[in-house]
Structure formats: structure tokens, C-alpha cells
């Protein structure tokens, strides 16, 4: 199957601070691409949708001027943290739709820990 | 509330005994996908089932999609400890492309 990256795999910071974290499609081009929160023992809860070259479409209930998504090119996305504080402390985990013979498949990056002290 | 729900949330099993993990809606889905997640881990995917109707065999694993493409089952024969892990089901809508997803069910096998 297809290859998604993520970088970092963890991450802890102070409070207060901004992280970034990038999501690659390593072996296809990704027109979009999907960003998760994950909490212990639970299932994923979209955050939003990253589209190349417009606006994130972000799911009710998430902040977009707390999450900052970027999809520059077709096989990159970034998910901001901004002002991060520990409520946010979480798994992150982005996706990568690849379209291939009229069928989507979605395949899902390692994750990224973050950690808010 | 979960659009798909998935059934049991929690199976513990001997190595060797079979297990099935259960997902419905009452949606119906374009198509749905199977992942397993192991912690700490991104879910990876198992399969896509499509047609209504369809079966599709992994090794050890039978993946089978409702005829009216609102549920689906996952089928473990012999179950190892390798398998271990929270399985998800996943359906894609239709309308909007999302994939919205069950809450999971974590498998335990114990030698």
C-alpha cells in the first residue's frame, strides 16, 4: 500500500508555544489529505479536511485559528498547533486520499504524540 | 453519536479460537474500509469492500460487505497474537467523501 509520513513522532513542548507537524504522501500525489485527533482508548475524531492549493475545511467544534492547516503542494499538509496549551496534548494522526482507478483509498501517517506541559 | 456502530468494543480470546468484530449502519456507504491500529500507531489499512454482497479473504481474515452496503463483518480464524490490536471500520459517505468511523473494537489474543 501507499506510504504517509508524519514528522515528528512526538513532540512535548512548553505552554504557550506553536508546533508544527507535516504530513507527506511519500509515493503519491494527494489532492487531499485529512487531519485526526485520537484520544486514549477511542476511535479518531476528524479535524479537518486539507485541500492543495485552498482552504481547510474544519470539522464543528475545531478552532481554526488553533489549528493552522497548510496544503502547500500535493504530496505535503502542516497542522499547526498554535498557542498550544496541555488540554491539547494529544495523538495526531494525518491521512493521504490516493485516487486510483476510480477508486479512494486513504492511508494513514504513524501519528504524532504531542505533549503540553 | 457514532454513525457506525461497531460490536463488541472489547474481545479477549485464546490463540487458535475465531473471532468476529461486527460493524452497521443504518447509512449506506460507497464503500468501507477495515484498519487495524496497534498503540502508539497509525491504523493501517486491511481492505476495501465495494459491492454489495462482497467477500474478500485476507489469509486468516474475511472481510464481508452487506448486500444493502450498510454493515459489514470481520472474520479471525485461528487467531494469533500478532492480531492483536483496535480494529476500525470505516465507511465512506457518498455526498461528502469523508470516511466516518466506528468507535473500534480492541482485540486481545493471549497465547
Known amino acids: 500500500g501507499a506510504v504517509v509520513s508524519q514528522h515528528p513522532s512526538r513532540v512535548i513542548c512548553k505552554s504557550g508555544t506553536s508546533v508544527k507537524i507535516e504530513c507527506r504522501s511519500l509515493?503519491?500525489?494527494?489532492?487531499?489529505m485529512f487531519w485526526y485527533r485520537q484520544f486514549p482508548k477511542q476511535s479518531l475524531m476528524l479535524m479537518a479536511t486539507s485541500n492543495e492549493g485552498s482552504k481547510a475545511t474544519y470539522e464543528q467544534g475545531v478552532e481554526k485559528d488553533k489549528f493552522l492547516i497548510n496544503h502547500a503542494s500535493l504530496t505535503l499538509s502542516t497542522l499547526t498547533v498554535t498557542s498550544a496549551h496541555p488540554e491539547d496534548s494529544s495523538f495526531y494522526i494525518c491521512s493521504a486520499r490516493e485516487e486510483r482507478d476510480r477508486e479512494e483509498t486513504q492511508y494513514f501517517g504513524p501519528g504524532t504524540r504531542l505533549l503540553v506541559l | 453519536t457514532q454513525l457506525l456502530e461497531q460490536s463488541p468494543q472489547f474481545l479477549s480470546i485464546q490463540e487458535g479460537e475465531n473471532l468476529t468484530v461486527y460493524c452497521n449502519s443504518s447509512?449506506?456507504?460507497?464503500?468501507l474500509q477495515w484498519y487495524r491500529q496497534e498503540p502508539g500507531e497509525g491504523p493501517v489499512l486491511l481492505v476495501t469492500?465495494?459491492?454489495?454482497?462482497e467477500v474478500k479473504k485476507l489469509k486468516r481474515l474475511t472481510f464481508q460487505f452487506g448486500d444493502a452496503r450498510k454493515d459489514s463483518s470481520l472474520h479471525i480464524t485461528a487467531a494469533q497474537p500478532g492480531d492483536t490490536g483496535l480494529y476500525l471500520c470505516?465507511?465512506?459517505?457518498?455526498?461528502?467523501?469523508?470516511?466516518?468511523f466506528g468507535a473500534g473494537t480492541q482485540v486481545v489474543v493471549t497465547p
Open positions: 447509512s449506506v456507504f460507497s464503500s
Open positions: 470505516a465507511g465512506r459517505d457518498r455526498s461528502w467523501g469523508k470516511l466516518q
Open positions: 469492500v465495494v459491492t454489495g454482497g
Open positions: 509515493d503519491f500525489q494527494a489532492t487531499t
